[in-house]
């Protein structure tokens, strides 16, 4: 039929870095541990217990505010979200409803339909349910409630439904994710967990969106990776235009991602919003700021990626490398401090993508942090050294794994190997005549002017001295003694 | 303010309270009573005053330094369970995830 036009909103959630929890000062580092240690009479919602806010996870949820453009309000407050689920073992959730820590902000996304804008409605500070495991033994279904999760920091991004196509949904995630990760308040993990994705999704047509109509919208939850957002979205929206062009209606309603099956499943209609019944939390005094307060966490905010990738661009990269080299803050630090060691831009960064990288898929190393690299110094001076024509290129190939492995610096690795440079025309002229002997038939074409030939006579030498001739001089020699005949 | 029965009824279910026919109609007459209270309360103009959800407020925000501290032992936190397995709260089927 005609044309449809789809109408995306996202919502994330994000546990918090902090070392406490949300409400209470149970460890939040509980990942492996036996469920139910991570708990205490707050978190379990025991009867008059008192929860206190986390100074940190507050903190954290202004920068996260600031950092996407959001007014943090003077005033704000956590509500009871009341609902009777297993997960929540107080029957209801603390949230910010009515006063978000954010509010009114925005993403702006590069695509290839050129600059786009997302808007984000609100960022607000809760706490996380308990874990349930759902088991069936002999045909009897029960489930487990592990509370170790019950009250961990969490954040909840809300945008405005201004995504119009599952690129731009994905695209503004991986930039929310850098964000968050980059402002060291969040770890960005969704196969673990730490960060879920959800999407709302509805279409309609031009004439619709001429006139700002949106139609019913599906919510898709458990979303745990960019793909399957993608996936997720682009059946939804098949599935809302078939019903349409069958004369059907959609009903409102929160569905779940199948990935084995690729297709959304139906999970339940939208549940009005009263019927939680929010209400102001009688046991946490309001929290106002002021802004002096927001300008304090505002001079904290850590440089984050696009602010870097613009300065790597400055120093003379292009932007595919400069985006490679902040892929993690540990590794454009790392980076940097290779940098300052000494060597020139291009050098490090390319010893770093290429030789360094190379290492680091063989050796699966993540790049979140960069203990099991070798020192960032060292690998400056191994460029700066390659550079100068110290080592070759053979021999950076040959010294890397070393470096991995040992720690060691560049001159002990290069001792140890009994890596030297042969750059003497004392030492190369023999070998030169050598392989020119042996290589008649390309001499001659090189003599004919066939300059291409020219790099296989390098190679030949260098070869010929077991990958350490110096280049430079390699190739000053060679022309030498191809000018002299 | 009238709160009808089945209004409560419906709350009472919301919060998984069972109440009886008689317990009901009790309910709606005092709900009703507090609802009416409000109603006047709302009368009142408040233009100039800057909402909060407490009459007395701290001076400055209470919060706690992000310390973690010792958990309850386990079998304190399970103690009042009415089952456990394997350091679980043991409850009824969950099908489906919820937020
Ligand atoms: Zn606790």
């Excluded at chain 1, 102001?280 to 700021?289: M, Q, S």
């Excluded at chain 1, 400069?322 to 960064?349: D, H, I, M, P």
């Excluded at chain 2, 005053?49 to 386990?74: H, K």
Aim: aromatic content about 6%; glycine content about 8%; hydrophobic content about 45%.
């Amino acid at each position: 039929m005609s044309e449809w036009l789809t109408v995306i909103g996202i919502e994330v959630h994000t546990q918090l870095l902090t070392r406490s929890k949300m409400f209470c000062s149970c460890d939040n580092n509980y990942a492996g541990d036996e469920p139910n240690t991570h708990v205490c009479p707050v978190c379990l919602g025991a009867p008059g217990m008192l929860p206190t806010v986390n100074a940190q996870a507050l903190e954290y949820g202004i920068m996260a505010a600031l950092a996407l453009d959001c007014s943090v309000p003077e005033f704000s407050w956590f509500e009871r979200k009341n609902y009777p689920y297993p997960d929540l073992v107080k029957g209801f959730q603390l949230t910010q409803y009515a006063y978000p820590i954010g509010a009114h902000g925005k993403v702006d996304l590069e695509t290839d339909h050129g600059p786009r804008r997302i808007g984000v409605r609100r960022v607000h500070l809760e706490e996380d349910t308990a874990k349930n495991t759902h088991v069936t033994v002999a045909g009897e279904s029960y489930s487990l409630v592990d509370c170790n999760r019950a009250g961990v920091p969490l954040m909840e991004i809300v945008t405005e439904p201004d995504a119009r196509s599952s690129e731009e949904a994905v695209a503004y995630l991986k930039k929310l994710r850098d964000v968050l990760v980059f402002l060291g308040i969040a770890s960005g993990k969704m196969e673990e967990g730490a960060m879920r994705l959800e999407a709302n999704i509805s279409v309609r047509t031009p004439a619709e969106a001429a006139a700002g109509v949106l139609r019913k919208r599906c919510e898709v939850k458990n979303l745990n990776s960019f793909e399957n957002v993608r996936a997720a979205l682009e059946y939804e929206r098949e599935r809302q235009i078939a019903a349409y062009e069958a004369g059907e209606e959609i009903q409102q309603a929160t569905l779940g991602w199948d990935s084995a099956a690729g297709r959304t499943v139906y999970q339940r209609s939208k549940e009005e919003a009263q019927d939680y019944r929010y209400f102001p939390e009688p046991d946490l005094p309001p929290l106002r700021f002021t802004a002096a307060d927001v300008d304090a966490v505002r001079a904290k905010l850590p440089e984050l990626r696009p602010a870097i990738i613009a300065r790597y661009e400055a120093l003379g990269l292009d932007r595919y490398r400069a985006e490679l080299l902040s892929q993690t803050r540990a590794l454009a630090t790392y980076f940097e401090t290779a940098l300052a060691g000494g060597g020139k831009v291009e050098r490090v960064a390319n010893l770093l993508l290429g030789d360094l990288l190379a290492q680091v898929n063989e050796r699966q190393i993540n790049l979140e942090e960069t203990t099991a690299l070798p020192a960032a110094g060292e690998l400056g001076r191994l460029a700066q050294q390659w550079e100068a024509g110290e080592v070759t290129g053979p021999q950076v190939k040959q010294l890397l794994p070393r470096l991995f492995e040992t720690g060691e610096t560049v001159d002990a690795a290069k001792a140890a190997l009994g890596i030297r440079v042969v750059g003497g025309a004392d030492e190369l002229l023999p070998i030169i005549e050598a392989v020119l002997a042996a290589n008649a038939a390309a001499v001659a074409k090189v003599k004919a002017g066939e300059q291409k030939v020219m790099g296989f006579l390098v190679g030949q030498v260098m070869k010929a001295t077991k990958g350490q001739g110096a280049p430079g001089e390699v190739n000053r020699l060679l022309a030498e003694v191809l000018a002299r005949d | 303010m009238q709160m009808s029965r089945e209004e409560v009824a419906h709350v009472a279910w919301l919060a998984r309270l069972a109440l009886s026919e008689a317990e009901l109609e009790r309910y709606a007459g005092q709900l009703s009573g507090i609802l009416s209270h409000i109603v006047q309360l709302q009368e009142l103009d408040v233009t100039d005053i800057a909402p909060t959800a407490m009459a007395v407020e701290a001076g400055g925000n209470v919060v706690r330094a992000d310390v973690p501290t010792a958990s309850a032992p386990q079998d304190e936190v399970l103690a009042n369970a009415a089952d456990i397995e394997d350091g679980s709260f043991r409850v009824r089927a969950i099908l489906e995830e919820s937020a």
